[in-house]
């Protein structure tokens, strides 16, 4: 697609047809700093599953520069981190964590069609409040 052409990102080339053409960055920011973030939608949360779990190996190579992750030096051993599952806001949730055990990335889907990659906690239950919280 053209979103991950400009930002050179790379997931598998057989989920291409998954994927929606809408998407989002944004920035959350709360005391802690400011938390980049990305959605992307797709047309079907059944068949992008497995793509999406095959991208896990270089997932965060590709997207670290976007959500301002530093894989660096020290930080290099995040790039051959494993995701373990976990639920957060009562979404299952993909993380790798980092070495004192906080998640230092992590994707969920919080929709059938949405899908949500951050880099901490906080930044997923903002998300959702601001999406799915009751318009005025």
Do not use: C, H
Request: no cysteine; glycine share 6%; charged share 20%.
């Amino acid at each position: 697609s053209r979103f991950f052409n400009l930002l050179q990102v790379n997931p598998p080339k057989e989920a291409g047809i998954f994927w929606d053409k809408n998407y989002f960055i944004g920035l959350f920011t709360d005391v802690g700093g400011n938390w980049p973030f990305i959605i992307l939608k797709t047309n079907s949360y059944r068949d992008i599953s497995p793509y999406v779990i095959s991208w896990e190996g270089y997932m965060l190579d590709n997207l670290s520069p976007w959500l301002n992750i530093d894989v660096t030096g020290k930080n290099n051993y995040l790039l051959q981190s494993k995701f373990s599952s976990l639920i957060v806001s009562n979404k299952e949730t993909r993380a790798i964590k980092n070495i004192n055990g906080e998640v230092a990335f992590l994707y969920a889907y919080l929709d059938e069609n949405t899908l949500l990659f951050a880099r901490n906690k906080n930044t997923l239950d903002e998300v959702l409040i601001r999406l799915f919280s009751p318009k005025k």
